[in-house]
């Protein structure tokens, strides 16, 4: 009760310094996206309300997600603990670089499907609910980047499925339930192994503060079964990332929803796999991280090169853009392979580029389907012809997800190229390149095909389909980005490397949630 | 379904376990209980309801849309731990007032908002589920 009679020291249990306004930008965009989902779910029926608050309320997380990154590059990573309670016992938010950039690219994203979504999500996907679903998925893609508690970032894995699930089936249709079986069940079980390492962690340390975590492996590593956590931890966020063998799900699921849920998914949820690797294995093992690095490296080639060959082998344009995630996935993963301030760099840069990048293609992908009247690369054609300002933006994208310059893919390709080559990973190296070189190829033949080639005489009747501008203006906007990451890297670059050299010396990160130097200590406790 | 002995206790069923998932609601401050539990029993009452009287009948007894509820709650919830915003302590602090109601102390606190706020949210999410499923049983 609030009245004791026995004096009590707060100090000992709770923060006590109050808490300053621009603190509360940590756990802003996570609240702020539940609280507009919760409302959009008050007016459920009233559909025609749902685009007007869900927009501007993205829009509005945007600045506040560039906020949040513009305070963390000033003032180095930040704190906030849920309830007072002082750290490792509440649940802490901290935001570093790498978090802060991944939120801000999301919000971009998220922001960018919000105004697609004015075209191709009709009135009975939005009865279903899609600008509540994003919102709340949004809220878990936010605290995923966001926090600072493993077992917190497990709730907002299962928070995004949820959401990811309803966006996945919205409108029910046969197909739709069926790419959702497979999508949830591969899923789950990540979700379930991701549980049974939290729970061994917390067996083993006594604590799910990331940064209590760092500490206590560093202080003790042969008190715990590092390697069997770090490999659960692998497989786990390995099938959220869709890496190989664990991919299966992503080709199978990611053409059946409609263009715009595709498009986010393809750009987010994978990467969000990618980020909790960094994170928890990245910063919080890595010692054993390393020891699997052979591991990590033939998963990152196979990773690649399956993704480049489905790609090549596809007829079907949105499950070929499935492959090519997937071969994007690869390099990412061959970064983190390697490790050390490049590897990290590399994949976070790569990360980024791969959200707006892929996003972009599947809009690009939907327009191009939508002006040839359908998405088989056999018929497909005369698209350069009826659309030539469609086709310039598609080879824009083409060359970026390619990786060659003067786009966003060619800079976290250069990193991750010289990083294995001045670490001696040849083979690596190679790989990337050759990913390169088929994605190149894999694109071409789109290009060739659907954009080049004269109409043919299966082509349904190219009556001049005049384009959405709602999705136009999104497809346009993340082109552009993509063009002046490419043009202008310098300030991205310095970002990530910062972001990359916190990730592997976390001493401001483990600071920031402790700035008296060391946890608490349990009376009696558990814990050393 | 049409069986007179549910029809007819039914009514008292409902009631009673209504004022029951209100009372652990509450119980669930400082004792065993609280919002998840207190929805739960809730859901159980609406359902045996919908079973007992057929699933319009609820959805006219409740009066909003079940997911409408959900989506109170979970504002409800959110807007719990904003609270603290105004007292510069971090989201989520518990904050308590103790206004005098006739004489008496009656303690309130942000905690208690949040929960009912969770108790509102498993309410609406489970109802819509189980009012779903029962309409599909009544084909």
Aim: a neutral charge.
């Amino acid at each position: 009760m609030a009245v004791s009679s026995v004096p009590v020291d707060l100090s000992a249990a709770m923060v006590m310094t109050p808490t300053a306004l621009v603190d509360w930008l940590i756990i802003l965009p996570v609240v702020w996206c539940i609280l507009v989902g919760a409302a959009l779910m008050l007016v459920r029926r009233r559909v025609q309300a749902h685009a007007r608050l869900a927009i501007p309320a993205l829009a509005l997380l945007v600045v506040m997600n560039a906020g949040l990154l513009y305070h963390v590059a000033v003032t180095g990573p930040v704190t906030m603990v849920m309830g007072r309670w002082l750290p490792p016992f509440g649940v802490a938010f901290t935001v570093d670089l790498t978090g802060a950039l991944f939120a801000l690219t999301a919000g971009l994203v998220a922001l960018a499907g919000s105004v697609a979504a004015l075209d191709d999500v009709n009135g009975s996907g939005r009865r279903y609910g899609f600008y509540p679903f994003l919102m709340l998925l949004m809220a878990g893609v936010n605290g995923a980047f966001l926090t600072g508690d493993l077992f917190n970032l497990y709730v907002w894995f299962e928070v995004l499925l949820i959401s990811s699930f309803g966006l996945l089936v919205l409108g029910s249709e046969r197909r739709q339930i069926d790419g959702a079986v497979k999508y949830g069940f591969l899923n789950l079980m990540a979700t379930t192994l991701f549980l049974i390492a939290t729970g061994l962690i917390y067996g083993v340390f006594g604590t799910l503060n990331m940064a209590d975590i760092a500490i206590k492996v560093q202080a003790a590593p042969e008190r715990a079964p590092l390697m069997t956590l770090t490999a659960l931890f692998v497989l786990a966020f390995g099938m959220k990332a869709a890496a190989f063998p664990v991919n299966f799900w992503l080709p199978a699921s990611y053409h059946t929803p409609r263009l715009v849920v595709s498009a986010l998914f393809a750009g987010l949820l994978t990467k969000v796999g990618i980020y909790a690797l960094i994170r928890v294995c990245g910063m919080l093992f890595p010692t054993s991280l390393a020891a699997l690095s052979p591991v990590l490296s033939t998963i990152a080639v196979l990773t690649m090169l399956t993704g480049v060959f489905g790609a090549l082998a596809q007829t079907d344009l949105r499950r070929l853009l499935g492959y090519l995630v997937i071969a994007g996935i690869g390099s990412m993963l061959a970064g983190i392979a390697m490790g050390g301030q490049g590897g990290f760099g590399g994949a976070v840069f790569y990360a980024l580029h791969s959200i707006v990048v892929m996003t972009a293609l599947y809009f690009a992908a939907g327009l191009a389907a939508r002006a040839g009247g359908t998405a088989s690369l056999a018929v497909l054609g005369g698209i350069y012809r009826s659309h030539p300002g469609l086709a310039a933006l598609s080879l824009m994208l083409f060359f970026s997800v390619s990786g060659l310059p003067p786009f966003s893919g060619f800079w976290p390709k250069v990193m991750l190229v010289r990083t294995a080559l001045d670490g001696g990973a040849f083979v690596l190296a190679a790989s990337l390149l050759l990913a390169g070189f088929l994605t190149t190829i894999a694109t071409a033949r789109i290009f060739l095909l659907a954009y080049w080639r004269p109409a043919t005489d299966e082509t349904p009747p190219l009556a001049v389909v005049a384009l959405p501008v709602s999705v136009l203006l999104p497809l346009v906007g993340l082109t552009a980005l993509s063009l002046g990451i490419g043009l202008f890297p310098e300030p991205l670059l310095a970002l990530v490397r910062v972001a990359a050299e916190g990730l592997v010396a976390p001493a401001d990160y483990i600071g920031s949630v402790f700035p008296d130097g060391f946890p608490v200590a349990i009376p009696g406790g558990a814990a050393p | 379904m049409k069986s007179l002995i549910l029809r007819t206790v039914a009514p008292l069923l409902i009631a009673l376990m209504l004022m029951f998932s209100i009372f652990v609601l509450l119980r669930g401050h400082n004792e065993p209980g609280g919002g998840f539990i207190g929805g739960l029993i809730a859901v159980a009452a609406l359902a045996i309801h919908g079973i007992a009287n057929g699933v319009e009948t609820v959805r006219r007894a409740i009066v909003f849309d079940p997911l409408a509820i959900a989506g109170a709650g979970l504002l409800m919830a959110t807007l719990a731990g904003l609270i603290s915003l105004w007292m510069q302590v971090p989201f989520m602090t518990g904050i308590w007032i103790e206004p005098s109601l006739l004489g008496q102390k009656v303690p309130l606190s942000s905690v208690m908002l949040f929960d009912t706020g969770v108790y509102l949210v498993v309410v609406g999410a489970l109802t819509g589920v189980v009012l779903a499923l029962e309409e599909r049983g009544e084909d």
